[in-house]
C-alpha cells in the first residue's frame, strides 16, 4: 500500500507557474505507475499526466502538453508536476494517484488504485 501527500498548490496570475510535488510513503513507490488527475467544480475527474515506474515513459493531456511536465524521482518517492504557462482553466483541484496497472501508462482514473487528498491551483486572469 502507499499513501500519497500533495503539496505546491497555491494562486498564480495567468502565465504563472508552479510546481506540484507528490510524497509517498512505502517501500515500494518504484514499483508504481504514477498519474495526475485534476477536477474543476461541477466538472468530472481529467487525466492530466501520466509517468512509467522508472521514469523512462510520459504521456501528457493534450491541453497541457507543451506547458506541464510530470517527472520522479524514486530515490525521493516523490513525483512532481511542473506547470508554465498556467492559464485560468487550468484552476482545479490536482490530485496525483498510484497504479498497478502493467499494460501502458493509463488515463483512466478507476485503474488507479491510491490517490492523494489533492491540492487546489486557482489561476486568476
Known amino acids: 500500500q502507499v499513501q500519497l501527500v500533495e503539496s505546491g498548490g497555491g494562486m498564480v496570475q495567468a502565465g504563472g507557474s508552479l510546481r506540484l510535488s507528490c510524497a509517498a510513503s512505502?517501500?515500494?513507490?518504484?514499483?508504481?505507475?504514477m498519474g495526475w488527475f485534476r477536477q474543476a467544480p461541477g466538472k468530472e475527474r481529467e487525466f492530466v499526466a501520466a509517468?512509467?515506474?522508472?521514469?523512462?515513459?510520459?504521456y501528457h493531456a493534450d491541453s497541457v502538453k507543451g506547458r506541464f511536465t510530470i517527472s520522479r524521482d524514486n530515490a525521493e518517492n516523490t513525483v512532481y508536476l511542473q506547470m508554465n504557462s498556467l492559464k485560468p482553466e487550468d484552476t482545479a483541484v490536482y490530485y496525483c494517484?498510484?497504479?498497478?496497472?502493467?499494460?501502458?501508462?493509463?488515463?483512466?482514473?478507476?485503474?488507479?488504485?491510491?490517490w492523494g487528498q489533492g491540492t487546489q491551483v486557482t489561476v486568476s486572469s
Open positions: 512505502g517501500r515500494t513507490f518504484s514499483s508504481y505507475a
Open positions: 509517468i512509467s515506474w522508472s521514469g523512462g515513459s510520459t
Open positions: 494517484a498510484a497504479t498497478t496497472f502493467r499494460l501502458g501508462l493509463t488515463t483512466t482514473p478507476t485503474r488507479y488504485n491510491y
